[in-house]
């Protein structure tokens, strides 16, 4: 048996870079210090609903037929280089040197593409271009932050080495006695896993979060507000904002309980405004907790290349920005793309089904190492390599910090990375369009 340390979690936002892998051979027998998800994630190299060639599907069948690797980045080629507005969307669970050559063929194809923030954090992005944001890192968080609050968001179970690494209980340079130094807080509807070891817990009505957070800003300024707001008495809401003014460095957590409720990027809004309120009185930050583990690089890559962090339409023959028109799923809805490819995501298990009823009709790729929903329904699947896992490459953890993850195993034998099968289609989608 072998053992590779200092190995990146290809999974959730945190990236934890401390995993250790047992190798016996080239196969992965165990990890040390992954989380139970972390851990499938490795394990998942060798599990048995991995795609071992590329496959084409007959339209109006379900049957697949195996085929080569030139057969399927030549017949991908041929799809994308003749679509008028192909769409491209996913991103998030590679790395962020294929998300740049999957950026190029969009533009060079004049298509639309987008990542799995405009279903998630995507509001969180909207407030930040309006109001700005003040944000830190993950290891500022471990060695100085005295109080921690997770709003619409369950980290024990999405996240789940988040507390243990970063936030509650290690022991930091200002926070020697880590768990004892911190103070947790809590907000969510339901009495969540997290809520359950938090110091405060308040329990804010489903869709509410906008209202409180403005009662919040209004006590933080001494003003007076109503006995009950959002479902959450007063004396409670005054109790966070003192509490939060006697910190030393405080940390707002956020997530999709805030970002894909009623308000949207309004609750953000709030939430950032709240925190560069709290400046006056103290230090105080925010950071969304970010779920595919590069998401977050593939806004930064979209950025460096068009100045865009999703949703972003080549159509035009230049890049423009507007989510609730360019982003996948308005696409899809209104049939505005006329053939897709989706990698590095499954929005055939999360988006609408009138969205994916439209897809299963037009001419679509899939790249994905394993069987999904949206791999069923695709015309072309064509198998990848895992990052992280089988292939090196980098990933911006949530706070916006560039990790490079290690290779720990081979692929098996004949699978090809994302970022090789994207460069042959950019290739060859140039040529048959008489780029140089
Ligand atoms: Fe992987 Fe996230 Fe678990 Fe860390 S918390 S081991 S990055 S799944």
């Given at each position: 048996l072998r053992v590779v340390t200092d190995v990146v979690c290809p999974f959730c936002g945190t990236l934890c870079d401390d995993i250790k892998v047992v190798l016996d051979g080239n196969r992965i027998v165990d990890t040390m210090n992954a989380c139970i998800i972390g851990n499938e994630k490795f394990k998942s190299a060798q599990?048995?609903?991995?795609?071992m060639q590329p496959l084409e599907r007959e339209d109006g069948t379900t049957e697949f037929t195996p085929v080569s690797y030139d057969y399927a980045i030549e017949k991908a080629a041929q799809i994308l280089a003749s679509a008028k507005r192909p769409l491209y969307y996913g991103w998030s669970s590679t790395s962020c040197e294929a998300q740049e050559i999957g950026n190029e063929l969009a533009e060079v194809t004049g298509g639309v593409t987008d990542n799995t923030a405009s279903v998630c954090h995507g509001p969180s992005i909207l407030a930040i271009q309006t109001v700005g944001a003040p944000m830190c890192t993950l290891g500022e968080v471990k060695n100085r932050a005295d109080l921690i609050i997770y709003w619409g968001?369950?980290?024990?179970?999405?996240?789940?080495r988040h507390m243990s690494r970063y936030t509650i209980y290690p022991r930091g340079f200002f926070t020697e006695r880590g768990f004892d130094d911190r103070t947790l807080v809590v907000v969510d509807p339901r009495p969540t896993d997290t809520a359950k070891q938090a110091d405060i817990y308040i329990q804010v009505e489903q869709g509410k979060d906008y209202e409180l957070l403005d009662a919040l800003r209004t006590v933080t300024r001494g003003e007076d507000i109503p006995d009950v707001v959002a479902g959450v008495k007063k004396e409670q809401i005054k109790e966070l904002a003192e509490v939060a003014k006697s910190k030393k460095f405080g940390l707002l957590f956020f997530g999709m309980g805030v970002t894909?409720?009623?308000?949207?990027h309004r609750n953000i809004d709030m939430a950032i405004s709240w925190t560069q309120d709290m400046n006056k009185y103290t230090k105080f930050n925010l950071i969304p907790m970010r779920g595919h583990y590069n998401v977050t690089g593939s806004g930064q890559v979209m950025s460096w290349q068009s100045g865009f962090p999703f949703a972003m339409d080549f159509s035009r023959g230049y890049p423009r920005y507007n989510p609730g028109e360019t982003a996948a799923n308005d696409i899809l809805l209104r049939h505005e793309c006329d053939a897709a490819l989706i990698i590095a995501s499954d929005p055939g298990a999360h988006f609408p089904v009138e969205a994916m009823k439209y897809y299963a009709q037009i001419p679509t790729i899939a790249i994905d190492p394993h069987y999904t929903p949206t791999t069923g329904i695709s015309k072309l699947v064509i198998p990848s390599s895992i990052i992280g896992v089988e292939e090196e490459g980098t990933a911006y953890r949530m706070d916006n910090v560039p990790i490079r993850c290690r290779k720990v195993v081979d692929a098996p034998k004949g699978i090809l990375s994302d970022e090789e099968i994207l460069r042959r289609i950019l290739n060859r989608v140039k040529e048959l369009k008489g780029i140089p």
């Amino acid at each position: 048996l072998r053992v590779v340390t200092d190995v990146v979690c290809p999974f959730c936002g945190t990236l934890c870079d401390d995993i250790k892998v047992v190798l016996d051979g080239n196969r992965i027998v165990d990890t040390m210090n992954a989380c139970i998800i972390g851990n499938e994630k490795f394990k998942s190299a060798q599990a048995g609903h991995r795609i071992m060639q590329p496959l084409e599907r007959e339209d109006g069948t379900t049957e697949f037929t195996p085929v080569s690797y030139d057969y399927a980045i030549e017949k991908a080629a041929q799809i994308l280089a003749s679509a008028k507005r192909p769409l491209y969307y996913g991103w998030s669970s590679t790395s962020c040197e294929a998300q740049e050559i999957g950026n190029e063929l969009a533009e060079v194809t004049g298509g639309v593409t987008d990542n799995t923030a405009s279903v998630c954090h995507g509001p969180s992005i909207l407030a930040i271009q309006t109001v700005g944001a003040p944000m830190c890192t993950l290891g500022e968080v471990k060695n100085r932050a005295d109080l921690i609050i997770y709003w619409g968001c369950n980290p024990i179970h999405a996240h789940p080495r988040h507390m243990s690494r970063y936030t509650i209980y290690p022991r930091g340079f200002f926070t020697e006695r880590g768990f004892d130094d911190r103070t947790l807080v809590v907000v969510d509807p339901r009495p969540t896993d997290t809520a359950k070891q938090a110091d405060i817990y308040i329990q804010v009505e489903q869709g509410k979060d906008y209202e409180l957070l403005d009662a919040l800003r209004t006590v933080t300024r001494g003003e007076d507000i109503p006995d009950v707001v959002a479902g959450v008495k007063k004396e409670q809401i005054k109790e966070l904002a003192e509490v939060a003014k006697s910190k030393k460095f405080g940390l707002l957590f956020f997530g999709m309980g805030v970002t894909q409720t009623t308000g949207k990027h309004r609750n953000i809004d709030m939430a950032i405004s709240w925190t560069q309120d709290m400046n006056k009185y103290t230090k105080f930050n925010l950071i969304p907790m970010r779920g595919h583990y590069n998401v977050t690089g593939s806004g930064q890559v979209m950025s460096w290349q068009s100045g865009f962090p999703f949703a972003m339409d080549f159509s035009r023959g230049y890049p423009r920005y507007n989510p609730g028109e360019t982003a996948a799923n308005d696409i899809l809805l209104r049939h505005e793309c006329d053939a897709a490819l989706i990698i590095a995501s499954d929005p055939g298990a999360h988006f609408p089904v009138e969205a994916m009823k439209y897809y299963a009709q037009i001419p679509t790729i899939a790249i994905d190492p394993h069987y999904t929903p949206t791999t069923g329904i695709s015309k072309l699947v064509i198998p990848s390599s895992i990052i992280g896992v089988e292939e090196e490459g980098t990933a911006y953890r949530m706070d916006n910090v560039p990790i490079r993850c290690r290779k720990v195993v081979d692929a098996p034998k004949g699978i090809l990375s994302d970022e090789e099968i994207l460069r042959r289609i950019l290739n060859r989608v140039k040529e048959l369009k008489g780029i140089p």
